[in-house]
Every structure is written in C-alpha cells, then in structure tokens.
C-alpha cells in the first residue's frame, strides 16, 4: 500500500470515530470529505483509478453506517418531539378542566349566595400563604 493510500485510509478512519484534523467534525463521510481530510485536493479519489477501489469500497461502508446512525438519531428525536406535543396536549386539557371546574363552581356559590343572602365566597382565601406558613 501507497503511503498516500494510507493517509486517505487514516483519514476515513478518523473521520469515522468523529475526530478530523481539516474537515469540521460531523461532516459526511463522502469521496471528497475523505480527500480533504487527508490533506489532498477535492475530487482526488477517482472511481476510475483502480488503486482507489477497496477505498472507495470502504468509503461507502463507513457513509452507509454514519447514515443509519442518523437515522436512528433522527428517530429517537422525532419520538421525543411526539412525546413533548402529546404532554403539552394533556396539560393544556388538564389546565382546561381546572378552569371549567373554578368556573363551575363560583356559579354554584353565585346560585347559593342567592338563596342564603350571603356574600360570594372568594375561590382562594386572601390569606393563603400566612396559613401555609403557620402549619410549617
């Protein structure tokens, strides 16, 4: 093997396990990344050179593994992204209830204030943090 064809090997390698010297790291594995990383010009690995073959083989490989890698990242962020919405469904439907059922009730109290004479009761008493404090 060329000591060339060993640096385009190296630079395939390091480009795999994401730690490249001349390219930004998470660049995708292709032909030219590979010829850059190994400080050669662009376009340098030719299909039609046949000393190039196990390396563009190689090449292939490790871009098909860096995208199944990315799909599967891209699956996991999807499903979280479905989660978050499904959660912030459910606490918008939570946070709905609450206010029909506060509603609900000040017309129960505005019905009973009727009937008694009394004064509508306020739905939170105006001392609630002096009586929070008093059972600590």
Known sequence: ???SLADYFEALDRLVRGCPINVPKGTKITNDAVSLEAGRGKGSIKKSRTIYVDLIQAIDTAAA???KAYNQQ???LD???LSAQQYRLE???ALAR???LLYELYEVKK???KFTGA???PLRPENIHQEALDRK
Do not use: F, G, R
């Open 65 to 67: 593994e860096q995208s």
């Open 119 to 121: 004064n509508i009761l």
């Open 74 to 76: 891209k699956q996991k």
């Open 91 to 93: 606490l918008e439907a």
């Open 111 to 113: 019905q009973l204030a």
């Open 1 to 3: 093997m060329t000591q």
């Open 79 to 81: 499903k979280a992204k």
């Open 98 to 100: 609450e206010v029909s």
